[in-house]
Each structure stands twice: as C-alpha cells, then as structure tokens.
C-alpha cells in the first residue's frame, strides 16, 4: 500500500515531479561529462605510454638503470616458453634497442633505434593503423619506418634514405643506410620525435648484437592484474632477468595521473556540493509545498512512520528515474565525443607538446564512470530526501493546518 501510495504521489503532481527528476539529471550528466574527461585524459596518456613500452617487459636487472649493450640477454626456446606459460601473458615481441645519430644530407638527429618483429609488434603498436605514408617492412626487408617527428625533422620522406652512426655490442661501431619504407606518427610528442624501427635481425646485426635481445614487450590478456603479473614473473624468472610493469618504468605519468585525480576529486567534491543544494533547493521547495497535505494525512490518522516511509519510497523513484535518465542523455553524447575527440588550438597544442602531452581531448566511456557517478548522486538525492522526513518528525498538525508552519 505504501508503496502503491509513493508510486501514485509522482503523477499527482508532475511538475513537482519533473522538477525534482530534472535536477538529479542534470547532476548525473555533469558529473559523467567530468568524470569521462579525466578518464579519457588518463587512458591516453597511458595509451600513449605503453603503445611503446608495454604493459610490462622483461630485460636484464641492469637494463633499465643503464640502457647499454652490455646489458642486453641471449632468448632462450625455455624462456619464451615459460613466459607464456603464465595465465595473463598471451604473447610476446622480442625487441632490440640502441640509440644513434640519424642523419640526413645535411642534419642530424640523435634517435632511439628499435629493432622489431613486425608481425609480433602489429599487437602492441598496430603499425597499420598509424601509417602516415608508406608502409611496414617485412622481417628480411633492410628497410626502416620513422616516427613523422623525426621524419620531418630531417626532412625526409618515404624513399629517401637514412643513415645511422652510432656504437654497438662491447664497443663495436654502429653504421648503417636504410631506405625509408614507411612513416608513422604516433600520440607522444617526445617518442614521436625520435623513433626510428628496424627489423629486429637488422638492428641486431647493425649494433653487432647477432642473437641477443634488450627486452621482451609482454601482451597481457587482463590489465588489471598487470602489477600481480610482473611479481609473479620475477619470482620465475632467472635471476639475471627482471619484469618491470609501466608504472616502474615510466612512473612520472603514474604520478601525474595521480596528482590530477586528486584534483579533480577535489573538484568533483565541489561539484557535488552544488549538486547537493540545487536538488535540496528543489526538496525544499517541494516539502514547503506539501506541509498541509502531510497535516490532513496526520490528522486523520496516518501513523508518522508510514508517511516517513511514502516520502523515503517518492525520493528512491525520483532519485532512480533522475539517475536512469541523466545516464541515457549523457552517454550519446560521450559516445559521439568519444570517436570524435577534441584538438586543441594551435595555441593550445603548442603548450601541451611542451609537457609531451598530445593536444587532444579525449573522453571514456569505462562502465565504472557511469555506476560510480550514478551512485554518488543517487546517494545524495536519498540523503537530501531525508529533510521532508525530519519535517514530518517535528511537524506541528494544527499549525500545518493552518499554514503557519
């Protein structure tokens, strides 16, 4: 019955209805719209990050302290074996990594040199899709890919050719010319300015490094049980080796990400409190509005709590309605901002590539953007319903009969 009552009560009066609903909407599609930046924020730039260094990698101890030669690893049938024997890892790209000086006719340029299985590093870095102009190599080509910065840099383009100095394996030379088969453009402004790719014999055999690896790139299958995964990992591994997660190699992203949510919670507190009075504002409103009603209900013998317990039921429908409905507004909107993402300005762009970010804005549509800010200001709105139950409580029938209350 009481139920049926709450129910009744939310067509008795619609617009009090629509009104109260209307301003739960609003504050769950602001609160999505927020949330599903800061996301997207933090998505791309981890994106961004382990396009290139992967969820997590395996190298030698040393290798990441003091990226030398001479702490590069000879592969093993065992070691690959035992590596994909682990339940998260589904597959593994062997890399080669050196630096040189890339040049051109006239300007040079100190770049990052990557030697790579292609077909295995399509899972990773999904070449195909970052293409710019040319195309891939293939694993027997004596051909290179450069990132579009690098590439612009030295001003060259598909079909000229590049030629590599650098030092090698225990000291040897390093030198090389390579026809440029492809140029790639990448989201991080700072790789995106010094890459340059091999196949993986080529480098191998350009840094006399025949037969040796710098690290192998893990594709992880649950990225969620990436840090489990690289505990688990160093425990099996031979003792020379280590698992590195990309928080551990790169953890200044992982600290910005950090620092920024915070921020933004901070923010997304504020937002919250000005949620909180704009749907008090309208329970007031809508509690003013019913004092006489709740006066007769009393006066004719309606226990108080059951009347508390009506308004508790009115605020859950209207709470849940508000929440359903600001998550259907607010996620074709997500959607459309998510496959069409915002570029900044020129202006913009510049400063952002100072702080190697990609100027772009993108959202997320992670499910876990819409349960958690849909329960949050439900929660609020079951919160705030309570003030027409404290009412209720104090309420004075004759004076509420009146009017005067």
Same mark, same amino acid.
């Given at each position: 019955?009481?139920?049926?009552?709450?129910?009744?009560?939310?067509?008795?009066?619609?617009?009090?209805?629509?009104?109260?609903?209307?301003?739960?909407?609003?504050?769950?599609?602001?609160?999505?719209?927020?949330?599903?930046?800061?996301?997207? !924020?933090?998505?791309?730039?981890?994106?961004?990050?382990?396009?290139?260094?992967?969820?997590?990698? +395996?190298?030698?101890?040393?290798?990441?302290?003091?990226?030398?030669?001479?702490?590069?690893?000879?592969?093993?049938?065992?070691?690959? &074996?035992?590596?994909?024997?682990?339940?998260?890892?589904?597959?593994?790209?062997?890399?080669?990594?050196?630096? !040189?000086?890339? !040049?051109?006719?006239?300007?040079?340029?100190?770049?990052?040199?990557?030697?790579?299985?292609?077909?295995?590093?399509?899972?990773?870095?999904?070449?195909? &899709?970052?293409?710019? &102009?040319?195309?891939?190599?293939?694993?027997?080509?004596?051909?290179?890919?450069?990132? &579009?910065?690098?590439?612009?840099?030295?001003?060259?383009?598909?079909?000229?050719?590049?030629?590599?100095?650098?030092?090698?394996?225990?000291?040897?030379?390093?030198?090389?010319?390579?026809?440029?088969?492809?140029?790639?453009?990448? $989201?991080?402004?700072?790789?995106?300015?010094?890459?340059?790719?091999?196949?993986?014999?080529?480098?191998?055999?350009?840094?006399?490094?025949?037969?040796?690896?710098?690290?192998?790139?893990?594709?992880?299958?649950?990225?969620?049980?990436?840090?489990?995964?690289?505990?688990?990992?160093?425990?099996?591994?031979?003792?020379?080796?280590?698992?590195?997660?990309?928080?551990?190699? +790169?953890?200044?992203?992982?600290?910005?990400?950090?620092?920024?949510?915070?921020?933004?919670?901070?923010?997304?507190?504020?937002?919250?409190?000005?949620?909180?009075?704009?749907?008090? $504002?309208?329970?007031?409103?809508?509690?003013?509005?019913?004092?006489?009603?709740?006066?007769?209900?009393?006066?004719?013998?309606?226990?108080?709590?059951?009347?508390?317990? +009506?308004?508790?039921?009115?605020?859950?429908?209207? !709470?849940?309605? $508000?929440?359903?409905? $600001?998550?259907?507004?607010?996620?074709?909107?997500?959607?459309?901002?998510?496959?069409?993402?915002?570029?900044?300005?020129?202006?913009?762009?510049?400063?952002?590539?100072?702080?190697?970010?990609?100027?772009?804005?993108?959202?997320?549509?992670?499910?876990?953007?819409?349960?958690?800010?849909?329960?949050?200001?439900?929660?609020?709105?079951?919160?705030?319903?309570?003030?027409?139950?404290?009412?209720?409580?104090?309420?004075?029938?004759?004076?509420?009969?009146?009017?005067?209350?």
């Amino acid at each position: 019955m009481l139920g049926t009552l709450a129910y009744r009560n939310l067509f008795r009066n619609k617009r009090r209805t629509l009104i109260t609903a209307a301003s739960i909407l609003f504050a769950v599609f602001f609160a999505l719209l927020m949330r599903s930046l800061q996301y997207g !924020a933090y998505e791309n730039m981890i994106k961004n990050v382990t396009f290139y260094y992967g969820y997590a990698q +395996v190298h030698h101890k040393d290798y990441w302290k003091e990226s030398s030669f001479d702490n590069t690893f000879e592969p093993s049938a065992d070691l690959e &074996s035992q590596l994909l024997r682990h339940s998260n890892v589904s597959g593994l790209a062997p890399r080669i990594e050196g630096f !040189a000086l890339a !040049a051109s006719e006239s300007i040079t340029k100190a770049a990052m040199v990557t030697g790579v299985e292609i077909e295995e590093e399509e899972k990773l870095i999904n070449f195909e &899709s970052k293409i710019r &102009s040319g195309r891939t190599f293939r694993k027997d080509e004596k051909q290179a890919i450069l990132s &579009s910065g690098l590439a612009n840099f030295l001003h060259l383009e598909v079909g000229d050719t590049l030629v590599l100095l650098g030092q090698g394996y225990q000291g040897q030379s390093a030198a090389g010319k390579y026809p440029i088969c492809g140029i790639v453009e990448f $989201g991080a402004p700072q790789l995106n300015s010094r890459l340059v790719f091999l196949p993986l014999l080529e480098a191998q055999s350009l840094f006399a490094a025949e037969g040796r690896l710098s690290s192998y790139i893990l594709d992880v299958e649950n990225v969620r049980r990436n840090d489990d995964t690289a505990i688990e990992l160093k425990n099996e591994i031979p003792e020379e080796l280590t698992a590195m997660t990309w928080k551990e190699m +790169v953890p200044q992203i992982a600290q910005v990400i950090e620092a920024d949510n915070a921020i933004g919670m901070i923010a997304l507190t504020i937002l919250y409190l000005i949620i909180g009075f704009g749907i008090f $504002g309208t329970i007031l409103m809508m509690t003013r509005e019913r004092i006489y009603e709740f006066g007769v209900l009393i006066s004719i013998g309606m226990k108080r709590w059951k009347l508390m317990s +009506v308004m508790l039921m009115e605020a859950f429908f209207i !709470a849940t309605i $508000g929440v359903i409905m $600001g998550i259907i507004l607010a996620y074709p909107v997500l959607l459309y901002f998510y496959f069409n993402p915002i570029y900044l300005g020129s202006d913009l762009a510049n400063l952002s590539q100072k702080y190697d970010v990609e100027p772009v804005l993108h959202f997320s549509l992670n499910p876990e953007i819409f349960l958690t800010q849909g329960a949050y200001v439900f929660l609020i709105a079951i919160i705030i319903s309570f003030y027409p139950i404290y009412k209720i409580s104090k309420l004075k029938v004759v004076k509420a009969l009146r009017g005067t209350e």
